[in-house]
């Protein structure tokens, strides 16, 4: 059984920070690439970062590009987004995800994905 647990959402102010976990239980996380989506109401779902198993390369959506990091801790089998200079725009739920094979930015590709977490960015 492939799940994740999510944590580490909240309110924080503009331009202040804050560091997503997703801990992975059933599978080894480091043979799996590992993405972080969002969902703000009414918008489409965005593909925010991946971090790859194939080469260990890191992509990230034009939108979070120099503030938000993906990252892993393979020896607690946990997945991280730790995001900087936070925006209002970035205002969303987070959800974890990860897949065998490349990253890809289509949530359609990621098999195990997390429930979720609010990140509510306001002053």
């Known amino acids: 059984q492939l799940q994740f647990v999510e944590s580490g959402g909240g309110l924080v102010q503009p331009g202040g920070s804050l560091r997503l976990s997703c801990a992975a239980s059933g599978f080894t996380l480091e043979d799996y690439s590992a993405a972080w989506f969002r969902q703000a109401p009414g918008q489409e779902q965005e593909g925010v970062s991946c971090?790859?198993?194939?080469?260990?390369?890191?992509r990230y959506a034009r939108s979070v590009e120099g503030r938000f990091t993906i990252s892993r801790d393979n020896a607690k089998n946990t997945m991280y987004l730790q995001m900087n200079s936070l925006k209002p725009e970035d205002t969303a739920v987070y959800y974890c995800?990860?897949?065998?094979?490349?990253?890809?930015?289509?949530?359609?590709?990621?098999?195990?994905w997390g429930r979720g977490t609010q990140v509510t960015v306001s002053s």
């Open positions: 995800a990860a897949r065998r094979g490349p990253c890809s930015s289509i949530a359609a590709n990621f098999a195990s």
């Open positions: 971090s790859s198993a194939i080469d260990g390369t890191t």
